[in-house]
T-cell receptor, first 112, second 114 residues
Framework: GEDVEQSLFLSVREGDSSVINCTYT??????LYWYKQEPGAGLQLLTY?????DMKQDQRLTVLLNKKDKHLSLRIADTQTGDSAIYFC????????????FGTGTRLQVFP | DTEVTQTPKHLVMGMTNKKSLKCEQH?????MYWYKQKAKKPPELMFV???????INESVPSRFSPECPNSSLLNLHLHALQPEDSALYLC?????????????FGPGTRLTVT
């Protein structure tokens, strides 16, 4: 199957860490991505991780990959109100395909 | 520069109209994509062009007609649309049409069909 699941909603206080989770099903995916979408806007590529890595850190963002459980997470440190958006994980549907399969999206709300 | 531009930003059209959406990138990318996104849903792939040739058509109705005049431009021609086609249409590009190259998205065109 090609279902990529995410929890629908996450609410955090400003300054706290946010953790957004994603479960994917295609074990042949070589790259996994995190995109951010603000209201009425397109998708912004935040970061990505190669499938032979367990972790990738990029400033306030940390991506963890558990390939055995097909679980991907995005941790945002020191969450700010500007981080409020919908976050989509995405996987390539195999190495030799152009198709990007998106998760269901998690709406992150940051309150003061 | 990782910018993908789309015009128009908003479009309202009747069911008998013919209109076009435009997408442009100057990053030297050789793959370009059209996605459709309904409210509160993830983007759904419609078409992929790789080296100016249509490589994927996700069983999209013929009232949507893509065109890739050159490696920097991608159009989506619309004709006889239905109200359920109202959505945000996103264009994206990537370095190549295969392999693991990240896709960069434009801001989208919000289409309303009346």
């Amino acid at each position: 199957g090609e279902d990529v699941e995410q929890s629908l909603f996450l609410s955090v206080r400003e300054g706290d860490s946010s953790v957004i989770n994603c479960t994917y099903t295609d074990s042949s995916s070589t790259y996994l991505y995190w995109y951010k979408q603000e209201p009425g806007a397109g998708l912004q590529l935040l970061t990505y991780i190669f499938s032979n890595m367990d972790m990738k850190q990029d400033q306030r963002l940390t991506v963890l990959l558990n390939k055995k459980d097909k679980h991907l997470s995005l941790r945002i440190a020191d969450t700010q109100t500007g981080d409020s958006a919908i976050y989509f994980c995405a996987e390539k549907g195999g190495e030799n395909t152009d198709k990007l399969i998106f998760g269901t999206g998690t709406r992150l709300q940051v309150f003061p | 520069d990782t910018e993908v531009t789309q015009t128009p930003k908003h479009l309202v059209m009747g069911m008998t109209n013919k209109k076009s959406l435009k997408c442009e990138q100057h990053m030297g990318h050789r793959a370009m994509y059209w996605y459709k996104q309904k409210a509160k849903k993830p983007p759904e792939l419609m078409f992929v062009y790789s080296y100016e040739k249509l490589s994927i058509n996700e069983s999209v109705p013929s009232r949507f007609s893509p065109e890739c005049p050159n490696s920097s431009l991608l159009n989506l021609h619309l004709h006889a649309l239905q109200p359920e086609d109202s959505a945000l249409y996103l264009c994206a590009s990537s370095q190549r049409g295969w392999g693991d190259y990240e896709q960069y998205f434009g801001p989208g065109t919000r289409l309303t069909v009346t």
